[in-house]
């Protein structure tokens, strides 16, 4: 049960960012990302390519990008929304992208004002772009699930839903999928089953795990994916995401909290807590109104914890 | 996974209520009872025996027992620190006792003054008293077993200590052991790992579960109780319990969020949770400082979930 590396994921940057309105500085988003490197920290997704003018927090994508590509040993990971957005991610010299994917249908007409058909067939159509490249520029392409374990609109998500679109993702060149718990509606006997169905039919390719904590069941669905043998698990700085200022709504699972858990069982991230920390006080200075949420930064470190990295 | 009870044990009103300056009238105390018995609750630790000059707030125990004793359907169980708190307890018409042992020798030695075989020596004693009643007086006795799974004071706890004193404790006549989380050091795998070696040795003695949410992690290892096949779980309305004044202290298992959690994965509890939540709001405006937590009260109940009781 122990000894296997986790990669953690830190989605604050984009899940977390994008709920706040504030313009918050290139250079403070450069020094996150620089310090949470420093931290040990591995995998970030560390700006958007959303258009500009829908979410002005992202107009610097390029350049964010650009400074994440100069940092040795990270797996800088951008999100894209359409062609448009994996076509100036690549020409910005992005490596790896996440294409988001509702697999509820009332979600994605709200989301994106389309079907899953037609987001499909977005999809598809990234995927042409990557095969018009030249191969060494043929980014890597993950495929993020939302809405994978119900949805607050149209409410229960079938699991045969996920498996099929799982299938006709990996077919259509997805190099891997990871199911997302968007609306914290995930129990954790449910994301061992969904998790099995997905791996009974495309095996590896599902390789991630995305949760919200909207009801406290995080870090124990967590749990269940990791027992299910899934090794990257998205998180935020502080549990930033969701809207900070809307009452009940609730954030990513707490990326601190995550590593905290993960090492206290005996994984391996590569993250020092102390450092991250530190850094989580620093970021929370930078935003405005507080939204950071956590239990480490509030209790403290057990006895019996030793830090690591 | 699906289909089976769970008792989940109200501890509030000792676990909570012992961390509370002002004395909480009686009346209301009866009153919180009452309700939470009419929302479904099956058991609940009621009281504690402990010397009303060492804790006043438990002065009114003998008053708080009988009506509890006067409610259809429920089983109230109240806490003893030592034989006279049994002799008090029974005196008083008690059916069902819970004692306290400490398996750290640190904590024993601060929380009681004693070291843990001194603490067996007391129960050896309440054993004996228990054998000097009529066989119809005799009380049903669980043994807590606080910080089996760390301590803030001395950190690691010994495992073998665990099952040595799980054995001894039943071998003198505890009825059951329930493993108790006092410092919200334990993880969902060494919850497993634990569970399975005390299981090995006392089978079915082995009950119950009781953990704090101090790092987050409760929810989480109470699903690795559950998948072990624990089905009795303490918990307390709005997570009472630890010091609410004090920072970083945080109290038990949130009982409104784990009866979703348990019900939203298939699991039968009696609870009704919406009656649940207005008595939540009522005890929380009974308490000074609102020292209660909690997600479900923040995000609500998620479309997909059927209030059944």
New interface residues.
């Given amino acids: 049960?122990?000894g296997s590396d986790i990669a953690i994921i830190e989605v604050g940057l984009v899940d977390g960012l994008q709920s706040i309105e504030d313009f918050v500085p290139t250079a403070a988003k450069m020094q996150w990302i620089s310090a949470e490197v420093a931290a040990g920290l591995r995998h970030m997704e560390v700006t958007s390519f959303v258009p500009a003018k829908l979410l002005p927090q992202f107009s610097d994508a390029e350049e964010v990008l650009a400074h994440a590509l100069t940092l040795p040993g990270l797996g800088a990971r951008v999100l894209i929304p359409n062609l448009k957005g994996a076509q100036r991610a690549v020409a910005a010299g992005a490596r790896s992208l996440s294409y988001a994917f509702s697999v509820s249908e009332a979600h994605s007409h709200s989301n994106v004002r389309k079907s899953r058909d037609a987001q499909f067939a977005d999809f598809v159509g990234i995927m042409e772009f990557r095969r018009s490249l030249e191969p060494a520029r043929r980014p890597y392409v993950s495929v993020g699930f939302a809405t994978s374990f119900?949805?607050?609109i149209q409410?229960?998500v079938s699991e045969r839903d996920v498996v099929d679109f799982a299938c006709r993702f990996v077919e259509a060149g997805a190099d891997d999928i990871a199911l997302a718990d968007t609306?914290?509606?995930a129990?954790?006997?449910?994301v061992?089953r969904v998790v099995r169905s997905v791996r009974t039919e495309i095996g590896e390719r599902l390789k991630g795990i995305h949760l919200h904590?909207?009801?406290?069941?995080g870090?124990?669905n967590?749990?269940?994916a990791l027992d299910e043998g899934i090794r990257e698990i998205d998180a935020s700085l502080g549990g930033l995401g969701g809207c900070p200022f809307a009452?009940?709504?609730?954030g990513n699972i707490?990326l601190e909290?995550l590593v905290?858990?993960v090492e206290?069982?005996?994984f391996r991230t590569g993250v020092n807590l102390e450092s991250l920390l530190e850094l989580r006080r620093w970021v929370t200075g930078l935003l405005a109104g507080d939204p950071m949420r956590?239990?480490?930064v509030?209790?403290?470190l057990?006895?019996?914890f030793k830090v690591t990295s």
């Fill in positions: 049960m122990t119900g949805c607050s409410g229960t609306v914290g509606y129990t954790p006997h449910q061992t904590d909207t009801r406290g069941l870090l124990a967590a749990v269940a009452p009940g709504a609730t707490v909290d905290y858990m206290a069982m005996g956590g239990n480490i509030r209790a403290g057990p006895k019996t």
